[in-house]
């Protein structure tokens, strides 16, 4: 752990962070699931799918980086890569 002005001890934001890591990883793979939803959508119902894998893809992506954000304010490390994410 970083140090931090969190006021937060070393002890909980060391539980905490990996939380928030696992997290961070959960709304990374959810977001590209979304976008491979939206690439691959076929059928009858195409543009209501594409459009609501889309507009979810969004929303998950625009919380990825508050997710990190407090990962790092933490004094963790925000790991986004996809090796981290697998």
């Known amino acids: 752990m970083h140090?931090?002005?969190?006021?937060l001890s070393q002890e909980i934001r060391a539980q905490i962070a990996p939380i928030l890591a696992n997290r961070l990883a959960d709304a990374?793979?959810?977001?590209?699931?979304?976008?491979?939803?939206?690439w691959n959508v076929k059928g009858a119902q195409f543009i209501a799918l594409h459009?609501?894998?889309?507009?979810?893809?969004?929303?998950?992506?625009s919380k990825l980086?508050?997710?990190?954000?407090?990962?790092?304010?933490?004094g963790s490390t925000a790991s986004g890569t996809l090796q981290a994410v697998v």
């Open 28 to 38: 990374i793979d959810l977001a590209l699931q979304m976008k491979q939803a939206h």
């Open 65 to 74: 980086d508050a997710i990190a954000e407090r990962l790092t304010a933490l």
């Open 51 to 61: 459009e609501l894998f889309d507009e979810i893809h969004g929303v998950v992506e």
């Open 3 to 7: 140090t931090t002005r969190i006021r």
